[in-house]
């Protein structure tokens, strides 16, 4: 039996998140909101296959983007439900990390959604505020 959802079909897999997610194509920019089962800590997750996937995850390798080994996808938009590619980006585990717990970035990244594209050229780092003091 043909499974319902072929993981390897690009195409399929960001059809299959469109359909169920929240999206207003005329605002550009905002988040892709996952509108389907979510996990307890809010991350978008389906199943295909018996496997279970998270959705950006899946949406940032779908888009043609690869996830390095040991890397996580990182939500710049500080919105654990969103699967916008543009919103997403490669950190080390110890980056997504700071990057959480940094009230000034989460604080700035809701805030200016044109920061996006800076800290994506930029290479996405984070200066912790006693850093830049020292």
């Known amino acids: 039996m043909k499974p319902f959802l072929d993981m390897a079909d690009k195409a399929a897999v960001l059809a299959y998140l469109r359909s169920r997610s929240l999206i207003w194509p005329e605002v550009e920019g905002r988040c892709f909101e996952w509108m389907a089962y979510r996990t307890p800590d809010g991350y978008g997750q389906f199943t295909a296959g018996g496997k279970r996937f ?44 700071r990057r959480a717990r940094n009230a000034f970035w989460v604080a700035f990244m809701k805030e200016n959604r044109s920061a996006l594209n800076v800290v994506r050229k930029l290479g996405g780092s984070v200066v912790e505020p006693s850093e830049v003091n020292q």
């Open 54 to 97: 998270y959705v950006h995850r899946e949406a940032f390798k779908a888009s043609g983007r690869r996830i390095p080994d040991g890397s996580t996808v990182d939500h710049l938009c500080q919105n654990k439900a969103c699967w916008n590619p543009d919103h997403l980006s490669v950190a080390t585990r110890e980056e997504n990390t």
